[in-house]
């Protein structure tokens, strides 16, 4: 009788399948370099947000540009004619200075704050934070030109043979590249000191070369060299064109260009040097 051989048994191995992984959309800084419509709105929302709860803020960027131009009205006032030459150019003047001057203050805060670092460790694009910055003090801009150019024209009785449409468009510019470069300068400050402390370095130089005080053709060769390449120069030659001549220009299509696309190019280099750490 022959015993029959155990069969060995067979032993069962468990095999662990893989289980696939969801793929999330990445947040790596390659990820975060196109702007989105949603997300620059949402900068715009709490930039704005912040602003309602300063109404300082608030009143140095729409009251005082016409608190200065109706002291200019006053000024001048046995002498109507000057006030119409250099009114209108200071319509395009201040917004850009009182713009430069917040925008630069209220950007470091983000900075020195931290809410910037907060804000970049998010999905948000470089781009989505200055053009946030842009758009919502571009609304305060939109008020405080409207309100500036308004007050010149129906209270203070500045006579221009332009469109005050034409005046508005200019002073809107002019506000536009004061926030680019108060954005641009905010990256260079420690404190809110040195950012106020940019303002001789980069408006002051401006304000004497553009035309303002003597016309630019009759500075020495170099200093007009020089305003020639500051945009507040073609900001001040816009405006004198409206007052002038009564349909646009050439000259005039000219001026406002540059004056956008050194807003726009100013922008951008806000954007590059905007730094991830606030150390």
Known sequence: MTTPTPTPTARTTTTTTPTPTRRTTPTTPAARTTPTPARTLATTARVLRQLRHDPRTIALLVLVPVAMVTLLRYVFDASPRTFDDIGASLLGIFPLITMFLV?????????????????????????????????????????????????????????????????????????????????????????????????????????LLCGLLTPRDSMQPALHAVSNALPMSYAVDAMTQIVHHPDPTTTFARDILIVAACALMVLALGAATLRRRTS
Do not use: C, H, N
């Open 103 to 207: 925008t630069s203050i209220a950007t470091l805060r983000e900075r020195t704050s931290g809410t910037l670092e907060r804000l970049l460790a998010m999905p948000l694009a470089k781009g989505d934070l200055i053009a946030g910055y842009a758009l919502a003090f571009g609304l305060l801009a939109v008020v405080q030109s409207a309100l500036a150019t308004g007050v010149s024209l129906w209270v203070l009785g500045l006579d221009v043979l332009g469109s005050p449409w034409l005046l508005l468009l200019v002073a809107l510019l002019d506000a536009l590249l004061g926030t680019a470069l108060g954005l641009f300068v905010s990256a260079f400050a420690a404190s809110e000191y040195q950012a106020v402390q940019f303002m001789p370095a980069v408006i002051f130089p401006q304000l």
